[in-house]
């Protein structure tokens, strides 16, 4: 698992639907402060919000998981 590309999958996926790192958090019960700590690849989300993250953004989870 590459974190910087899963970081950078992440950023891009959330600014393809218009969303702030607040509002996506907000709407997978997540802080702001979570999301920014997964786009800059200081933290891997637990499976099960990356699974949230992924149903929001409307992304398969392979999306932020293959190379």
């Known amino acids: 698992m590459n974190t910087k590309i899963f970081a950078q999958r992440l950023k891009e996926a959330r600014e ?20 920014s700590m997964y786009e800059k690849g200081t933290v891997y989300p637990p499976v099960g919000n990356l ?16 190379d």
């Open 16 to 35: 393809q639907k218009g969303y702030s790192q607040k509002t996506l958090g907000m709407r997978v019960g997540l802080s702001d402060k979570s999301i």
């Open 51 to 66: 699974l949230k993250i992924a149903k929001e953004l409307d992304k398969d989870i392979s999306y932020f998981l293959e």
